[in-house]
């Protein structure tokens, strides 16, 4: 069982930056694949990045990629995302998610069982 408690949003000029914390619990938390999602209103819950395991690749969502960052320090049992050059676009709750398992459909909300409760991200113009 893992609990995922996401800090670290707030409100943003257009062009600034933010760094999402996810505070995990579990001893074995750096087998877990993570994730970040984000879901706007009214809208489906979105992928933004992943990272498979303790030493697993990275992967984005194509309209944030050379702007965010997935890492994880698994030590701390942390996962951050850092976000550069944000949108107005990029407005929404954005989620920590994590899973023992691979799943080939890792882009999905489906492959995760675990989640934070999220933290509001606000991007002004």
């Known amino acids: 069982q893992v609990q995922l408690v996401e800090s670290g949003g707030g409100l943003v000029q257009a062009g600034g930056s933010l760094r999402l914390s996810c505070a995990a619990s579990?001893?074995?938390?750096?087998?877990?694949?993570v994730a970040w999602f984000r879901q706007a209103p009214g809208k489906e819950r979105q992928f933004v990045a992943t990272?498979?395991?303790?030493?697993?690749?990275?992967y984005y969502a194509d309209r944030m990629k050379g702007r965010f960052t997935i890492s994880r320090d698994n030590a701390k049992n942390m996962v951050y995302l850092q976000m550069n050059s944000l949108r107005p676009e990029d407005t929404a709750v954005y989620y920590c998610?994590?899973?023992?398992?691979?799943?080939?459909?890792?882009?999905?909300?489906?492959?995760?069982?675990?989640w934070g409760q999220g933290t509001q991200v606000t991007v002004s113009s």
């Open positions: 998610a994590a899973d023992q398992r691979y799943r080939a459909d890792w882009g999905s909300p489906n492959a995760y069982d675990y």
């Open positions: 579990g001893r074995t938390f750096s087998y877990y694949r």
């Open positions: 990272m498979h395991s303790s030493v697993g690749g990275t």
